[in-house]
């Protein structure tokens, strides 16, 4: 066990002169001076940040303007309408604009580059140039046009992390229809759930996939969604198991080799700034997933803004994350071709080492994965800066659940000393993190570097006011481009307002602690509505995990607090213990004393139970909300949906 409390805050990075001077945000930071938009006092990022947040609409204006955004700018304002979108604003009223034509604009500067480098666990290796990747949009859109989608409709997609996946979308964007995916590990109630919220005209469809060894036929899956969705005229079949996959057992089936049409030119249809580009869910844990939507052109100006700057890619760039069609990960993946990088897609297990040697292989310059699959490369003692050539590397990136210093100060020991670890914080709601990585600043262990440009992130406290170096609630004060534009089918907007405005009117709460350094740095504890209340100590699951986590026997943890409003509960521990390993009065004493030490004599756990797993969402985050309903009496039926969990069978360990 290697808990490690002078881990927390040690600078582990630091930017050196030629890394500043060649930074794409020192760039942008030079042209607003040259444009006499903005010129900072010195060097200091928080100005620049302040002036981001304060005059919104000269800032968003400027990221059009730099990026030379394909489209449309009109001559209306940058906002009109209410101050959130939930009371009407519109960004860029008058203006027109299409992600397809913005992520395709390099088949034409540089046609010859790779825009698309694709792996599968099962061997499977491709690549797609600039040129070749705009070709197979073309053949596809014309196909889609002759099923009949056009601007508005929605194209379902039940497709793995394969390049089809992103031509499709691609495609679909072009002729202003709205995507919306689900990876093939979900099953059928769970993408129904989903789908039939939005009604789609067409499904592409795989008839199977393979993960960690194994081979899971999906197609009489692919049938049940089929047969809930009386609005499809089209199921589309990818044959990516088996390449004879017969169509014909499907009620609307076609073969995917069917649909392209050669012959067509490449051509984008003109949308507005806020028409709808996608589709994505909430987890959907309990009740029916939210159908949120992000429009076109809040979503390329978001991006462009966050991968060049927070992340530094550009032309050149090899970015990979981990992801699968259901998390939005994979939509921010995809956001690397509008900054012109080579985009890596993998399909299957991230078992051992095998993304670490993806990233040699293919010359990965940002690597992005969950914190999860650090904290588990360090506890598996791996060392892939020494084995590996990661020579190409400048950048790792980690999401999906707070990362620990330990996992901060394992990547400088064992993956390289001369690389930024970008850890970041935001969500499906806004496809993008509110927090992140920042080239021009140091980085110490456990501390995010920096708010991002345009996000007036806040932490509140009790009584709604902005406080410093405290623990609070995680809000936005002002507005983002890539706030959603709506929920599907919430016409009064009232569903959109409960989730996220009905804490604090005005103002967006996300559901995260957060606790922003007077430097502008910033640790995320967890989500604020699983918090530990013990004696009217708050604290947030992150800093329960890392001390449990920490030691070699434990594989995975979770701990429920049962307390209600004015009514202290029971703190429970639930470890789930390395092979072999049983939990015996020896080890529950160890953690009982550690987590004394490290947090306080109030949060040591009533019980310690072990369980077989830890339940968990499809893209990864442990289910603290659902399992404390289950402790509190709340019908396991009821409590979660089995469809959107990755391992819906442990569940029934809480119920007992």
Known sequence: M??????????????????????????????????????????????????????????????????????????GPVRSGGPMPVDGLRWFPGASVNYAAN????????????????????????????????????????????????????????????????????????????????????????????????EPKVLIAVDGYA???????RMDVVAEIEAALPSLAR???VPYLDPAADPGRLRAGMSFADLPREGHPLEFEPVPFDHPLWVVYSSGTTGLPKPIVHGHGGVVLEHLKALSFHQDLGPGDVFFWYTTTGWMMWNYLVGGLLVGATVVMFDGAPGGDSLWRLAAETGVTYFGVGAPY??????????????????????????????????????YEAVGRDLLLGSFSGGTDVCT????????????????????????????????????????????????????????????????????????????????????????????????????????????????????????????????????????????????????????EDLAGRIRKELRSALSPRHVPDEIRQVPGVPRTLSGKKLEIPVRKILLGTPVEQAANPGSMANPEVLEHFRR
């Open 2 to 75: 290697t808990h490690d409390d002078a881990a927390e805050g040690r600078t582990l990075w630091e930017p050196s002169q030629e890394t500043i001077a060649n930074a794409r945000l020192t760039a942008y930071r030079r042209w607003l001076a040259e444009q006499q938009i903005f010129a900072a006092e010195g060097d200091a990022y928080e100005d620049l940040w302040r002036w981001s947040v304060t005059e919104i609409d000269a800032f968003w204006e400027s990221i059009w303007r730099y990026f030379d955004v394909v489209g449309e700018r009109g001559d």
């Open 103 to 198: 992520a395709l604009r390099g088949s034409d500067e540089r046609p010859d580059e790779v825009a698309v480098v694709f792996r599968s666990e099962a061997g499977g290796h491709r690549w797609l140039t600039r040129r070749e990747l705009a070709m197979h949009v073309a053949n596809v859109r014309a196909g889609l046009a002759g099923l009949g989608v056009g601007r508005g409709d929605r194209v379902a997609a039940y497709l793995p992390n394969i390049p089809e996946a992103l031509i499709c979308f691609l495609a679909a964007a072009s002729l202003g229809a709205i995507w919306s995916s689900c990876s093939p590990d979900f099953g059928s109630a769970s993408v129904i759930d989903r789908f039939a919220q939005i």
């Open 211 to 217: 993960y960690n060894g194994k081979r899971f036929d």
């Open 235 to 237: 199921t589309v079949l």
């Open 374 to 411: 650090i904290m588990a490369s360090r506890k598996a003692g791996l060392r892939p800066g020494e084995e590996l050539d990661l020579s190409a590397l400048r950048g790792i990136g980690s999401t999906g659940s707070p990362l620990p210093p330990e996992g901060f100060t394992w990547v």
């Open 433 to 584: 993190g509110f927090v992140g990585p920042n080239v021009l600043l140091p980085l110490r262990a456990g501390v995010i570097q920096c708010r991002g440009l345009g996000a007036r992130v806040e932490a509140f406290d009790e009584a709604g006011r902005p406080v410093i170096d405290q623990v609070g609630e995680l809000v936005l004060t002002e507005p983002m481009p890539s706030m959603p534009v709506s929920f599907w089918n919430d016409e009064s907007g009232e569903r959109y307002r409960e989730s996220y405005f009905d804490a604090y009117p005005g103002v967006w709460r996300h559901g995260d602690w957060i606790k922003i350094l007077p430097d502008g740095g910033c640790v995320i504890y967890g989500r604020s509505d699983s918090t530990l209340n013990r004696g009217g100590v708050r604290m947030g699951t992150a800093d329960f995990y890392r001390v449990v986590e920490a030691f070699d026997e434990v594989v995975d943890s979770l701990v429920i607090d049962t307390g209600r409003l004015g009514e202290e509960g029971r703190l429970l521990l639930y470890v789930q213990l390395a092979p072999g390993v049983e939990l015996d």
